[in-house]
């Protein structure tokens, strides 16, 4: 792996090794390899990089690189860098991209929390829409109901984690967004 401009943040081994356990972290979660490899190289450059020199340091191709930016941008992880006098484009780790993550998880639990209500709803209502006298609660109902209460749960610990990080983060400042 080549040093970046103004050295890589550590040492080169340590740096190597990083990067790949990042890949398989993300990997875990359904983001491809590469992807969590080029995160783990952007986190651990001083500068932002240019597409080309990813492709180059983590040995894959440009097509790779070119497809993994675009979902690290889409999910608020990685950022284009401002470059002046630059033809090419540079990327950095995107400067709320803590903050993005935990937002994103608090509005996939209400997205979850909609699906899983409006499967509750349906379960419950009687067939051809006749009244019918109410029904003890069904395996169904009480599977349904533990996932609500978990949904809930794990919502309400997102958005106070929200509060304490938006709480301790001092505002963002410094060269490429990096405090």
């Not at 993005?100 to 009687?126: H, K, M, N, W, Y």
């Amino acid at each position: 792996m080549r040093p970046e401009r103004g050295g890589p943040a550590v040492d080169s081994a340590a740096r190597s090794a990083f990067i790949e356990r990042l890949g398989i972290y993300y990997e875990s979660y359904g983001v491809p390899r590469i992807g969590g490899r080029m995160l783990g190289l952007l986190l651990s450059a001083e500068e932002p990089v240019d597409a080309e020199s990813i492709a180059l340091d983590l040995g894959v191709s440009r097509a790779s690189v070119s497809t993994n930016l675009r979902l690290l941008v889409g999910m608020g992880l990685a950022a284009k860098a401002p470059s002046p006098g630059s033809r090419r484009d540079r990327y950095d780790v995107a400067p709320d991209a803590w903050e993005r993550a935990i937002v994103q998880r608090i509005e996939g639990f209400s997205r979850l929390a909609t699906i899983v209500t409006d499967c509750s709803a349906a379960v419950d209502e009687p067939a051809g829409g006749a009244a019918t006298i109410p029904m003890a609660p069904t395996a169904v109902d009480a599977k349904l109901g533990a996932m609500l209460a978990w949904i809930a749960l794990e919502k309400s610990s997102q958005e106070m984690a929200l509060v304490d990080w938006k709480a301790s983060m001092p505002p963002i400042a410094g060269k490429h967004g990096r405090p």
